[in-house]
């Protein structure tokens, strides 16, 4: 596989070799292609979803074209009148355009005809946005932000595409010189910061800009999409590509912002093959696009993206960039197991592709797609840190997603060696995502609340170990995005899921290793999440690490002192002054548990193997906090003060059924008896001892040069014992 950067080389090469040509010899030329119109002609006359879906798409057409033409001086942030207007715009002229090549109704396109021209009317004259941020680079005209003029151009051009043949030359001059020229110009040479950034916004300004150019015969816009404005490669989508991704086709900024950076990526490289197939797009970089596409959708859990980062956790899978490049994926590929999640999606594209889906759906040739368990390889030369997902299919649905990654740009979060853990469907070791309630205006104008600096971004906001009360690299986002952890092992096999990652960037003088696992015993029909967290520091250090839980507290195995009569803030900055402190306890030395009852009905247990010197503080979040903006979630924080050296050794327990409408419990108790954690030269231990005596023991080589190959021995309890390999899970009956 070529490097990114000779893969740009190849690219540019074929540029050069390849004069300007002319495009648009016929309408439409973009995502959509003239033989894929008349397929589509076809397919609505044949019962099915294909037709279902063209239905439902004109009957709501025709009732927005009830609705008079309203396009609004801009005034609004995102949420507010003209923001979503202007929204409801694009996707109205898109829809109709599409109708329009379909059924041939001149009604679509003069709706999408005295739209643009309206638009035409208005957009030469039109300031800057009066809602922009004071002091951004990258503020529009239609919108607070020139990202989101962006996305109105990559649709805009697309209905433009496809009512083209239905305009007069004069219609069709006015409206481009009036409006596209305008727009295309304002978002490239208007906006050259953003439209050479290596970044989200960087890639809607490129495929609006590199579209609008195959439309307008402009092949010279092309070239600056795929290449920066001055041509030298340094920014544009090529360099996006090469440079966002992963060789994995995992998106720096993580899964919800590769989610919504995928619409630009998939319907621009759709564009390229539609009109220079001899790019070879898709096959670009070892086929990243394809990569991310897949990628996005391993990044899920029973439905929804890992909330990572600047996230909002209600985004899954049946968001519409996802379903138009699992479209587009299913297009180039046919992989039968992408029409599972077209199925689960619910959503048939007017589309060449669209059809395709909805035909093969209708043939039921969808297969099920297969979730892995995978160590997604972050940096654009995938040697910076990791995104570890482990899963497994026993006793429910299970998944644990570990966060040795680099830091994810300005959308990052300062959580390295964090996890999240799921079971039957829930979020139970829970992440906040992001502090924003997005297009709601009453709440900052829809944009990021500014709790999502004090509180989101912050190290004690995730299931990670802060050190004296700061967050990770002193929130430094300069210094963070030059650092990240190392993956030192993964390892995956029927009953154990391990991987161990360090770093020693976060802090100076301190160095964070990680171990956690996701294990299982067929026999007992036992699972469990086990976590080793081990910190060096050059001088004595308050440690806390936090676990945010999802459902009710139930029990714990110690006693707790709750503050009933008055509650106060944790700290005072780097989150800590966020969370009211509403209880404490000081375990004595040996097993720490707590319980919770989780919404999906089952019991959970974290059992800790303590020294008699840490203590367990109960928190919820909402101090400090007198616009409400936070939720009011839940944690417990295992701090150990005044420690050079120190490990936190816990095990997370799924357990039992709790159902209120049949009134039956069972299994409510832990089966956790004890814990032994030993380390044997390379080999790390960890037993779990049960009530009924039995001892399950993980055991791994915790040497970086170990392999597969490599024979390790130890002792445990008088016994001698032996495995090949990184890890083996022993069942030890009494």
């Known amino acids: 596989m070529p490097a990114a950067g000779a893969a740009l080389g190849i690219f540019a090469a074929i540029v050069a070799i390849n004069p300007l040509v002319v495009f648009a010899a016929e309408h439409p030329n973009l995502v959509i292609s003239a033989s894929d119109i008349d397929a589509m002609r076809g397919a609505i006359t044949i019962p099915g979803r294909f037709r279902t879906a063209f239905l439902a ?154 579209m609008a150019g195959y439309v307008l015969d402009e092949p010279e816009w092309v070239e600056q999409a795929l290449l920066d404005l001055d041509k030298s490669g340094k920014g544009g989508f090529l360099r996006q590509l090469s440079t966002l991704f992963s060789p994995d ?62 996230a909002i956790k209600s985004k899954g899978i049946d968001t519409s960039e996802l379903v138009l490049g699992v479209a587009i994926a299913y297009g180039e590929t046919g992989n039968p197991q992408l029409l599972d999640i077209a199925a689960q999606q619910d959503q048939v594209l007017l589309t060449g592709d669209g059809l395709k889906v909805a035909q093969d759906l209708d043939a039921r040739k969808q297969q099920p797609y297969r979730f892995k368990s995978m160590a997604f390889r972050d940096g654009k030369d995938g040697n910076e840190g990791a995104l570890v997902v482990m899963r497994q299919q026993f006793s429910g649905d299970q998944a644990l997603v570990f966060k040795p990654a680099a830091q994810g740009m300005g959308h990052g979060h300062f959580d390295k060696l964090s996890w999240q853990f799921y079971d039957r469907g829930a979020e139970i070791v829970t992440d906040y995502g992001a502090a924003r309630f997005l297009n709601v205006e009453a709440k900052n104008g ?101 676990l945010h839980y999802n459902g009710q507290l139930v029990d714990t195995s110690f006693e707790l002192r709750g503050f009933t009569d008055r509650i106060s803030a944790l700290g005072e900055d780097n989150g800590y002054q966020h969370l009211w402190l509403k209880a404490r306890g000081k375990p004595d030395s040996g097993l720490a548990q707590v319980t919770w009852l989780s919404d999906n009905g089952r019991f959970y247990t974290q059992s800790s193997l303590v020294d008699g010197k840490t203590e367990l503080l109960f928190t919820e979040l909402g101090a400090n906090d007198p616009h409400f903006n936070l939720r009011a979630e839940k944690s417990f924080i295992a701090r150990r ?62 040497n970086p040069a170990a392999t597969q190959a490599t024979e390790n021995t130890f002792k445990f309890g008088g016994a001698e014992y032996a495995f090949s390999g990184r890890a083996k899970l022993f069942q030890i009956s009494h």
């Open 446 to 546: 829809g944009r990021y609340l500014p709790e999502n600096e004090t509180w989101a971004k912050q190290t004690v906001a995730h299931n990670t170990v802060a050190v004296d009360e700061t967050s990770h690299f002193d929130n430094d986002l300069g210094f963070a995005n030059r650092h990240h952890p190392q993956l030192q092992l993964f390892h995956v096999d029927e009953q154990i899921k391990i991987s161990v990652a360090d770093i020693d960037s976060a802090y100076p003088g301190v160095t964070l290793s990680r171990t956690l696992a996701l294990v299982n015993d067929p026999q007992s029909q036992t699972t469990y999440a086990i976590d080793l967290f081990d910190v060096t520091a050059d001088k004595p250090r308050k440690l806390d690490l936090p």
């Open 57 to 210: 798409s004109r009957t709501a057409v025709d009732r927005a074209l009830q609705a008079p033409l309203v396009v609004p001086v801009p005034a609004d942030a995102g949420g507010g009148y003209t923001h979503e207007q202007h929204k409801k715009n694009y996707q109205l002229m898109y829809n109709a355009g599409v109708l329009y090549q379909i059924t041939e109704d001149p009604k679509y396109a003069a709706r999408v005809r005295d739209m643009l021209l309206a638009y035409a009317e208005l957009y030469p004259d039109l300031p800057l946005h009066p809602k922009r941020r004071p002091g951004a680079n990258n503020p529009g005209k239609l919108f607070w932000q020139s990202l989101n003029e962006a996305v109105w151009l990559v649709y805009t051009i697309q209905a433009y595409d496809l009512i083209r043949p239905a305009l007069t030359d004069q219609e069709a001059e006015k409206i481009e010189r009036g409006l596209l020229r305008p727009v295309v110009k304002f978002l490239s040479v208007g906006s050259p910061d953003t439209f050479n950034k290596v970044h989200n916004h960087g890639t809607w300004l490129t495929a609006g800009v590199g």
């Open 641 to 702: 003060d005044n420690a050079r050296e120190h490990t936190f050794v816990s095990v997370l327990e799924p357990h039992g059924e709790y159902n209120p409408a049949r009134e039956f419990t069972l299994q409510a108790e832990s089966r956790v008896k004890g814990l032994i954690h030993e380390v044997v030269g390379d080999v790390r231990l960890l037993a779990i001892e049960r009530q009924n005596g039995n001892i399950q023991l993980l055991a791994f080589n915790s």
């Open 249 to 310: 086709g995992y998106y720096n900024e993580g899964p919800y912002y590769q989610r919504y950076a995928l619409m630009p990526f998939v319907t621009f490289a759709k564009a390229i093959d539609n009109n220079q197939p001899e790019r070879g797009i898709f096959e670009y970089r070892d086929g990243i696009v394809m990569k991310a596409i897949d990628t996005t959708i391993q990044l899920s859990y029973n439905g929804l993206f890992f909330p990572l980062n600047d």
